[in-house]
């Protein structure tokens, strides 16, 4: 951690996961105890700082799917529950309910009639070569399953 750059600003292309791993990884660390000791108060101040750039930058990105976004909420429910005051937990119970709802809407039912949860899994290729029609030459022919 003594890079004087910003960790959550090394990389230009961050994404709302990659952020939300960071974050909560400096969160797993400042619980440490070793963490809370006065010897690492250096550290821990230059931990809460990167945790709050982190933050920060959550604002910037764009979310990619609905679990993207509930991480996002899960993000303020974190900051808003250590700045709360008294009266004002309405606000954490108000994020839970739009997460709630959030998964709700976002939940599509299969062809059983069952709920499927919201899951997005993107590929990493678009198509292969071998499907336009041009096989490989080490490749045999076999009936689609």
Avoid: C
């Avoid at 006065?38 to 990619?64: K, Y």
């Amino acid at each position: 951690m003594a890079e004087p750059k910003n960790l959550a600003e090394l990389d230009g292309s961050q994404s709302v996961s990659a952020l939300g791993l960071r974050w909560a990884a400096l969160r797993g660390m400042l619980a440490s105890p070793l963490i809370l000791s006065e010897e690492q108060r250096h550290l821990r101040e230059e931990l809460l700082r990167e945790l709050g750039n982190i933050e920060q930058n959550f604002v910037s990105l764009q979310s990619r799917n609905a679990m993207e976004i509930s991480a996002k909420i899960d993000i303020a429910k974190s900051a808003l529950h250590e700045g709360l005051q008294s009266g004002q937990s309405w606000l954490v119970s108000l994020l839970e309910s739009i997460q709630t709802d959030l998964h709700a809407t976002s939940a599509k039912p299969t062809a059983n009639g069952s709920v499927r949860p919201p899951v997005s899994i993107s590929r990493a290729y678009q198509s292969r070569p071998e499907a336009n029609g041009a096989p490989s030459g080490d490749e045999t022919e076999a009936p689609a399953a």
